[in-house]
């Protein structure tokens, strides 16, 4: 089976600071996804990555895909309070959905003013 | 707001009682996931349905027993559950189940065994 190892598992960061967290398959990752999560409530939906060096951005918030596909990284620019959370990636098989979603253990991430 | 609604946001039972969750999404979906989650971790798959058919059960106990009525609703009924068995129930959907498509996610319900 498919295991994800996220790295920092927990993070503090001053306001404005820039940041980063990395996500490492022990498999090829077909499509990678990360989400982000407040205690106690949904995932909200961030990204998704399918190809090798593929990279996304939305506000400041930039994932990256390295060209083996087995490791993805979360960069958040000029952090601010909003950004507080954790922080999951998630990978699915060669079946897309029909496998489900394996989830890393979470990067819980903290912002200092 | 998330366009995975589920009910109810938090349910308190006892051993001996059954219940249902309930969750609902209007995007079209043909895929919907139920995932448990403990506290301070990810959470984990229970229940994969694609086209209204259960097509994934990852070993768990009969006393969780999914359904789905039609392809906009997916319920849990509990019943005798454990007190391990509190913990975050969430549901998902994607709109097709064999592409690499993202998951949707509801808020939850947070359930508590007494």
């Known amino acids: 089976s498919q295991e994800l190892e996220q790295s920092p598992q927990s993070l503090i960061v001053q306001e404005g600071k820039n940041l980063t967290i990395n996500c490492t398959s022990s498999?090829?990752?077909?499509?990678l996804y990360w989400y982000k999560q407040k205690y106690g409530e949904g995932l909200i939906f961030l990204m998704m990555?399918?190809?090798?060096?593929e990279e996304k951005s939305h506000e400041k918030i930039t994932a990256k895909l390295d060209e083996k596909k087995q490791q993805s990284s979360l960069h958040i620019t000029a952090s601010q309070p909003s950004h507080a959370g954790i922080y999951l990636c998630g990978a699915d098989g060669a079946g897309g959905g029909a496998d489900g979603l394996t989830f890393g253990k979470g990067t819980h991430l903290i912002i200092q003013p | 707001d998330t366009e995975v609604t589920q009910t109810p946001k938090h349910l308190v039972m006892g051993m001996t009682n059954k219940k249902s969750l309930k969750c609902e999404q209007h995007m079209g979906h043909r895929a919907m996931y139920w995932y448990k989650q403990k506290a301070k971790k990810p959470p984990e798959l229970m229940f994969v349905y694609s086209y209204e058919k259960l097509s994934i059960n990852e070993s768990v106990p009969s006393r969780f027993s999914p359904e789905c009525p039609n392809s906009s609703l997916l319920n849990l009924h509990l019943h005798a559950l454990q007190p391990e068995d509190s913990a975050l129930y969430l549901c998902?959907?994607?709109?097709?189940?064999?592409?690499?498509?993202?998951?949707?996610f509801g808020d939850g319900t947070r359930l508590s065994i007494l």
């Open positions: 498999k090829t990752l077909y499509g």
């Open positions: 990555l399918q190809k090798g060096g």
């Open positions: 998902a959907s994607s709109q097709d189940w064999g592409l690499q498509q993202p998951q949707h």
